[in-house]
Nanobody, 123 residues
Framework: VQLQASGGGFVQAGGSLRLSCAAS????????MGWFRQVPGKEREFVAA????????NYADSVKGRFTISRDNANNAVYLQMNMLNADDTAVYYC?????????????????WGQGTQVTVSS
């Protein structure tokens, strides 16, 4: 599976962005998909995940109620709608695919990674 993240940019605090991740390759619908983020000098952290079927989602506490993950298996895509952004959300965001299909938060369980897209929130 090859992943291509897009949609990052510069936004003021309180604003919104929608990230997209396009997947190529076979059996996209068998993978759970996740979003992670990383700032320089820190470990990559879990943001959100959706199960292979799309029925189950999982969020980091820091983004609950503000971010929404969704997927479109017909078009091999996953999205992250980010609302009420604040400066702490500034990071490079990565999409990833997990072959168990569960949508868990453990970074080491993800098999494939996209290249990342920068999100910058000004306060």
């Amino acid at each position: 599976v090859q992943l291509q993240a897009s949609g990052g940019g510069f936004v003021q605090a309180g604003g919104s962005l929608r990230l997209s991740c396009a997947a190529s390759g076979r059996a996209f619908s068998s993978y759970a998909m996740g979003w992670f983020r990383q700032v320089p000098g820190k470990e990559r952290e879990f943001v959100a995940a959706v199960s292979a079927t799309g029925r189950s989602t999982n969020y980091a506490d820091s983004v609950k109620g503000r971010f929404t993950i969704s997927r479109d298996n017909a078009n091999n895509a996953v999205y992250l709608q980010m609302n009420m952004l604040n400066a702490d959300d500034t990071a490079v965001y990565y999409c990833a695919a997990e072959s168990y299909g569960l949508g868990i938060s453990a970074r080491y369980k993800y098999d494939y990674w996209g290249q990342g897209t920068q999100v910058t929130v000004s306060s």
